[in-house]
């Protein structure tokens, strides 16, 4: 290994928490070296909990052709169902295993079990499936269904069981993050669902230190990603409507601890969400996974969860909602220091939605495979901001890794302006500052280079695949479609260039990017 792997290793590593270090190497050798004892509880006649699905889930599986669309790859199985298939990325068996298919609104009682039960049978052979996560997802899926359905099965209640107790063995303390927090709401499922004190237990502590931990004040989930924060709130909904329709079992404070923090998240889903019903794809955030903000609403207002209509604060992020334009910026650190998996190298990256239809936008995500797409995607020429010379302003590698990150050293906040500054480049010599200057019908960029790039800074400006190929003119770019001019103060050079917005995983659409190149200073105004 070359030292320059060394630093980046140990710049990642620094950041971990003492816990994650621990059951790293805690799991890493108990599951080599030792076998370690799961208990079996036989689980025999109990009465099914109350549930009602309440937010519908996509159809995944087609009993017909005996196939599977997950991530947009359709696969159909010939003979039987390998549920250790791989052959789409890790992401792809781990939505088999999910079992969200047991939920879709046109599946029967019969062909839900029926694949629960092929399932069963290979339970032996599982491989990604007996992960926590998935155990945990499927979990969550196999109770609403069950229960939706009234069924009481010995066999399938004793799997669950068993896989609730690998779990409990298995919670991802090595992970943390939204990981922990799905574990956490599962075990909740199971402990209701089983009337079990040992997953309640467990349960209660988790999301009572999870949630205190991963909620900010602003509401937002930590991981500062619409999309995860879509999902952990959905979640969360759903342990509330679970507590409320089995009330008789638990009468304690969970209930209004979890109304509480889905009050504060409902909040920030608002504040980020356009008035298009869309969120930026901001941080490993990407098209057709998580509920939509729409249908998250209804859920909540049906559960009578109010949103505290609190301002965005250490988030990191800002709104700028005018007549006929909305502005998403980008001025917080790279969080959470400890779990930043979902993190991209995007510091004073920026969207803008002109009547509700996108022109700059962040490019989202359409893999998680380790690859060269994945680093592409993560990277500071993928979002509205600047590079300088061939470094990223925060070091994202190996898929879900983040070394040196950049740091907000300077931030100045008024009524229509906004400054910041940031140190991922001070490692070169470089500080980065932009400001942010808007009115009814114009937007004011400011990038200032602390000293001379040699014209290796870089400004790259995003646009919506929907959005024409802009037209160049002297230092002027004109966007003919969307009624937008550009006009670029000191830039050296201006080239328009093609790329690949991603759509959804594994789909993308071709989309024209404004790159300028500058020496210290750049001046970028936006008439609308």
Known sequence: MDFNKIKLLINTVIHLRAIQIYYRFYYF???????????????????????????????????KENSFTFLNISHSFSDKINWNSNQFGKLWTYNLNYFDFLNQEN???????????????NDALLKDGKEPYPISLRGINWVKFLSNNQVKDELINNTLYFHYCILFKN??????????????????????????????????????????????????????????????????????QLIKLNSEWKKDDLLSFLEAKASLMISWLHNITYKNGNIPMLNDATFNIAPNSENIFSYAKHLGIN?????????????????????????????????????????FNFELIIDGNPIFVDTGISTYEKNAIRQYERATSSHNTVKIGSKDQTQVWGGFRVAKRAKITHLVEKSNLIEASHDGYLSDGYKHTRSFLWGEKYLILKDKINRSTSNKAKAYFHLHFSVSKPLVDGNNVIIESS??????????????????????FNKTNLAYKIVVLFDQTLKTKISL
Request: glycine share 6%.
């Open 171 to 240: 919670l991802e303390y090595h992970l943390l993050g939204n990981h922990l927090l799905e574990n956490a709401f599962s075990l909740l499922f199971g402990a209701y669902y089983f009337q079990d004190e040992k997953l309640y237990n467990k349960s209660k502590n988790l999301l009572i230190s999870e949630l205190n931990e991963q909620v900010l004040k602003d509401g937002a989930h930590f991981e500062l990603s619409p999309m995860y924060h879509q999902i952990i709130l959905s979640r969360l909904l759903d342990g509330i």
């Open 483 to 504: 009624g937008v001019s550009i006009e670029f103060e000191r830039a050296s050079n201006i080239c328009i260039e093609e790329y690949q917005l991603s759509v959804g």
């Open 107 to 121: 599946i029967s009682k019969e062909t839900g079990l029926q694949l629960i039960q092929d399932f069963i049978k």
């Open 29 to 63: 050798t108990r599951n080599r070296l030792f076998r370690y004892n799961v208990e079996k509880r036989i689980i025999n006649d109990f009465n099914p909990i109350v549930w009602k699905n309440r937010i519908d889930y996509d159809n995944s599986y087609f009993k």
């Open 307 to 347: 949103s505290q209509n609190i301002p965005f604060s250490d988030s990191g992020y800002r709104k700028i909602n005018l007549n006929n334009y909305e502005l998403l910026l980008d001025i917080g650190n790279v969080g959470p220091d400890y779990q930043p998996g979902h993190a991209h190298s995007d510091t």
